[in-house]
């Protein structure tokens, strides 16, 4: 019975280690940017940028409201009460001294009738929502742009990693090779010192790329606020030119959907409804105000008095030190500094979408170059090797084939995440890039 209860204590323990592990299992792959979708929600969801965009654009929605009470009507109370002494003379030989309370209360309502500037106010606040609407969006879609940068940037100190790492393991071999060669008579020192000089080089090109590979990880988990983990890679890949194959309807795209250049629009048309608001008060304002009120308590007890009325006032201002004209002014200059801005953005905006697309339309061609420079480089390395080993080829030769060898791997992988980059980048400055462009991205990814 004894060993019965502890097979089963046993048991107990290997079941909580193997939940215990799975568990830290599942809390570790949630805690890892393991694709680039994944790396955008979790980027999206814990960003400051987007979460201080959100909130502006929560306060901005607050203006309507605002602009709007000042035409609204407006009711006010007061009450008060208070115990008084009073001494009172000429009544009399004496002097009289008493004490008496007083109360008062009282309502006030009052309704705007006409206020220029008020209405140019409520008009003013839906430019002002505009405005923070185009700086969410382009917060977002910069993000976007930032996660896709920061992921295959990673992806690629990665596959850099990778090629100096294969890159020392045939430098070491041909460098074994020729000390082995040394050994039995049939090498020379000089190209026993020129491979290990090559390998030593090749080492500290080790160091720098998992130097790179953590800097680019660090990045990524920057804007994730996640661990990065081991991150999915592009298999195989088929290049796309852009669609429309001409920069003037992306360019179109871009002065129509870009949120940079629709927020500086907004930004001018406030500016624009600031003049007007500015020049609204030198314009008379009427107002409507209805009134009760009860008081209670003076030097002789019984009296109390209630009034009602209404008045409508009208206020023309005349003369305010020159203030109103040094507001328009102002108002004037800044509503010409947004038009300025809007139209070296314009200008800015043009040039990076016309940027862009030659980007992704040059990444086609280099990244077929560079994939067929791979295959010709690695026949040529093989080829070197069979070359030395008759001795058709010297050991400057294979150690110079091993090297362009790697060289070309880099440029490979390098034209391989340019074009997936690029393909993002012309979306983004052209306005039109959403989170299904991140998905399609994200399907080439295994």
């Keep these: 019975m004894q060993l ?22 599942v809390t570790a792959a949630t805690a890892r940017a393991d694709d680039l979708q994944t790396a955008y929600e979790q980027a999206q969801a814990t960003s400051p940028t987007i979460a201080q965009a959100k909130a502006e654009l929560d306060a901005d929605f607050q203006t309507r409201p605002l602009a709007r009470a000042a035409l609204l009507p ?42 220029g500037q008020a209405w140019e106010s409520l008009k003013q606040a839906g430019s002002r929502i505009r405005v923070g609407e185009e700086a969410l969006a382009a917060a977002e879609q910069s993000l976007m742009l930032d996660v896709t940068q920061a992921y295959f940037t990673a992806l690629q100190a990665q596959a ?15 460098a074994d090779q020729t000390k082995s060669s040394l050994r039995i008579g049939t090498g020379d020192i000089i190209s026993q010192q020129e491979a290990q000089a090559k390998l030593d080089n090749a080492k500290t090109d080790l160091i720098v790329a998992n130097n790179q590979v953590a800097v680019a990880k660090a990045q990524l988990q920057r804007l994730t606020h996640h661990g990065a983990g081991a991150l999915q890679d592009v298999e195989e890949l088929r290049v796309i030119s852009p669609r429309p194959d001409s920069p003037a309807p992306w360019i179109e795209s871009a002065m129509r959907n870009q949120p940079l250049l629709e927020q500086a629009r907004a930004t001018l048309k406030t500016a624009k409804e600031q003049v007007e608001f500015e020049k609204r ?72 979408t016309q940027a862009a697309f030659l980007t992704l339309q040059n990444s086609v061609a280099r990244f077929e170059a560079a994939r067929d420079s791979v295959a010709s480089a690695r026949i040529s390395m093989e080829g070197t090797r069979k070359g030395y080993e008759i001795g058709s080829r010297s050991i400057v030769d294979l150690l110079t084939a091993t090297t362009d060898y790697a060289a070309a791997q ?31 991205i994200n399907t080439l990814l295994h």
């Design 4 to 25: 019965h209860a502890s097979s089963i204590s046993g048991s107990l323990r290997l079941r909580f280690f193997v939940v215990t592990v799975l568990l830290t299992m």
């Design 74 to 115: 407006h009711l006010g109370a007061d009450l008060s009460g208070g115990i008084n002494s009073a001494r009172v003379t000429g009544f009399g030989s004496r002097p009289i001294d008493t004490g008496y309370h007083s109360d008062n209360l009282s309502a006030t309502l009052t309704q705007s009738l006409f206020d």
């Design 160 to 174: 850099n990693e990778r090629v100096a790492r294969r890159q020392v393991e045939l430098l070491q071999a041909i």
């Design 281 to 352: 008060a030198r314009w008379p304002t009427l107002s409507l105000n209805g009134f009760v009120g009860h008081s209670a308590g003076t030097l002789i007890p019984p009296l109390a008095i209630n009034q009602t009325g209404a008045v409508v006032n009208l206020s023309i201002p005349f003369m305010e030190g020159g203030a109103i004209r040094a507001k328009v002014r102002q108002a004037e200059a800044l509503s010409r500094a947004s038009g300025d801005k809007v139209l070296a953005l314009k200008d800015q905006i043009r040039l990076n």
């Design 410 to 440: 880099r440029n490979y992988y390098l034209a391989l995440y340019t074009h997936l980059v690029a393909r993002v980048q012309l979306k983004a400055a052209a306005g039109v890039l959403t989170s299904k462009d991140i998905e399609s």
